[in-house]
């Protein structure tokens, strides 16, 4: 069945470092998304993206997708404390649009 | 304000009683899901609904059932708990389809 891989699973950085995660998928995605779990809260939307090759920031966050739109990545340029949390990339199941695949998150953790 | 409400939000339960984890939206959305989350699985789609009376099966639908009677509501029932559906679950409702989702607080619910 299609999946949606996420690495790494977590990572440790120091405030002021970058840090990346990636989302890949077996199949081709109509669109990818992108959420922030803090500790103790629920998903939160960030960013939706739907064209091939899009690149799209929101501050010290840069998304982007993939040229095959099967896979994305999430940068956040120095890091600060309020970064810590879970971030999820999600796609659409092929098979059914409306079902929805959430990769397995990244966990983040910034240390002052 | 626009939310997703979920109601218990803790719950502890025994083995065999049946529960229903309750879901309202106040958005007028037409899209509404419920997940599961497990450390280490990030959120896994258990069932969503298109509209009213329309329903379908995620990832994990095995042990879990739900309605759509009206557009707001989206319950979530367990005929026979399970100590492996110890989880902490989600609901998310959205404008149409798998796009952007907003999720409800949380229920974390325990089985014995």
């Known amino acids: 069945g299609q999946q949606v891989m996420q690495i790494p699973q977590y990572q440790h950085v120091q405030e002021g470092e970058d840090f990346t995660t990636y989302c890949n998928s077996s199949t081709t995605l109509s669109n990818i998304q992108w959420y922030k779990q803090r500790p103790g809260g629920h998903p939160v939307f960030l960013i939706q993206l739907v064209k091939s090759g899009e690149v799209k920031k929101q501050k010290r966050l840069t998304f982007q997708f993939g040229e095959a739109k099967k896979n994305s990545s999430l940068h956040i340029t120095a890091t600060q404390t309020t970064d810590v949390g879970t971030y999820f990339c999600a796609g659409p199941n092929s098979n059914s649009g409306y079902a929805l695949n959430f990769g397995k998150g990244t966990s983040l953790l910034v240390t002052p | 304000e626009a939310q997703v409400t979920q109601n218990p939000r803790y719950l502890i339960t025994v083995t065999g009683k049946k529960l229903t984890v309750t879901c309202s939206q106040n958005m007028n959305h037409e899209y509404m899901s419920w997940y599961r989350q497990d450390p280490g699985l990030g959120l896994r789609q258990i069932y969503y609904s298109m509209n009213v009376e329309v329903t379908d099966k995620g990832d994990v639908p095995e042990g879990y059932k739900v309605s759509r009677k009206e557009k707001r509501n989206f319950p979530l029932i367990l005929e026979s708990p399970s100590p492996n559906q110890t989880s902490l679950y989600f609901c998310?409702?959205?404008?149409?389809?798998?796009?952007?989702?907003?999720f409800g607080p949380g229920t974390r619910l325990t089985v014995t």
């Open positions: 998310a409702s959205s404008i149409l389809g798998a796009y952007e989702q907003y």
